[in-house]
């Protein structure tokens, strides 16, 4: 991390108190995950009658639309979009409204790395990297914003794909995508890697040590071939996705094994 | 499903409203989906003087004390374990503390079966399976159930883990583990599966069909192969778990294969 600013606040919402040596405020690493999460989970007041707070799995990326080239190190808003129901909009949209900063929501990436089997199932527990965030949502109305947040997204599920698709969106297109900007008030990430750490007297005991088998499982995902639809009429798998699909596997892999190894 | 009143009641808090034929409402998908998610995600809200829920992913696994043998399609309670917070604790004592049923949480439980790359960004979408549950949150404080549920989540990780560890947990380890049960209110589920849907137009238009690769990227997670810690003394790894790796592994191939196919 270059900039030694580029970091949360810590203040009480977002102190990691428990096993808070895993804790970790830099943007790069918080904004990190989030880009590099399929799916994050976001969650609301859902509705004033209800006690339960809502959560939806939806996608996100983090980015500026006032400096699109900004690094993850740098201040970013997240965009999200897919399953925006109609009520996170309209509470947005009423927040707004009100004159308030937008609908207070929190944004979630969990990546698991790994099982960690320790002897003892109390230490038993997860390579894992999380990031949560915590921000006010509203829905982006400009349609230059609109497009540029379309571009972001489609792209970070696969990298070129938005010039390699069937662009610019039609005007139905642009009026039945819902895109929310949500600006970040605190984030943070908790981490963990490494094997089992054991209690002493399981470690010195041979009945247990010789017993039980103790170590870490990696788990990582992984892209498959991809499967022509039906309707398509491309003669091959284009370079930039099978490139992606190789080279996203690697990583994915190599970050499992790396964290079980540390 | 053989007992058709298996099925949470379709509520406002739970209605699937946008695509609403992706939603399910059975007992036996959403406990299955929640059974089989390493980790869940648990929203509720944090603090009086913040206005924004929080999010913990933690380790969940639907179980009933009272019938141990309660199949999926039976009503059961969703244990949550890991990341425990102090703070989900103290609010899930003091809400039974004042007579009310737990703290209202929202769980849920995600997979992304795949990336469906269409003509058009606007038709992309992901190929998953969630689940959403609504619930009351309570500290488990019997002795026995705690055992129990240890039992159930440690076998969650890897099947068969509990009786290959050393049990049974310390007094300490007792004491230091905390475990919430949720009593389910509402449960719903989403999923989708298949192709690209296009527009006519693009997939009329050669010039668009024949430029523009589409199609379905299948995804999974992987188990890789078990890396046993520094202090193990276990010649091999043991059976049990090298049959779940591959079992798994295949299972999990195989569901974002037929997603893909559908």
Chains 1, 2 share one sequence.
Not at 25 to 33: K, P, Q, V
Not at 69 to 92: E, F, T, W
Request: net charge negative; proline share 7%; with cysteine.
């Amino acid at each position: 991390m270059a900039d030694s600013d580029a970091v949360y606040p810590k203040v009480k919402l977002n102190s990691v108190n428990r096993l808070r040596n895993r804790g970790k405020y830099d943007f790069a690493t918080i904004h990190g995950l989030v880009n590099k999460s399929p799916v994050v989970h976001v969650s609301f007041a859902s509705d004033p009658s209800e006690p339960f707070p809502t959560i939806l799995p939806m996608i996100g990326q983090m980015g500026s639309f006032q400096d699109p080239s900004a690094g993850l190190d740098s201040p970013l808003d997240c965009y999200l979009h897919g399953y925006v129901s109609s009520r996170i909009m309209r509470l947005s949209k009423e927040a707004v409204a009100r004159g308030e900063d937008g609908l207070p929501v929190c944004v979630t990436a969990t990546k698991v790395d790994g099982y960690v089997l320790a002897l003892a199932p109390f230490h038993h527990s997860y390579n894992y990297r999380s990031a949560v965030l915590h921000g006010y949502a509203q829905p982006v109305e400009d349609d230059d914003e609109r497009v540029w947040a379309m571009e972001l997204v489609t792209n970070s599920v696969v990298p070129e794909r938005w010039e390699n698709s069937r662009t610019p969106p039609t005007k139905t297109e642009m009026t039945s995508t819902t895109i929310l900007r949500v600006k970040i008030h605190v984030g943070s990430a908790k981490l963990r890697s490494g094997g089992p750490h054991d209690d002493r007297f399981d470690l010195k005991d041979e009945s247990v040590r010789g017993k039980y088998w103790a170590g870490v499982v990696p788990l990582w995902e992984v892209m498959g071939e991809p499967i022509a639809s039906g309707d398509n009429s491309v003669a091959q798998v284009p370079g930039y996705l099978r490139d992606y699909v190789q080279k996203q596997n690697d990583e994915n892999k190599e970050i499992a094994l790396n964290a079980a190894r540390e």
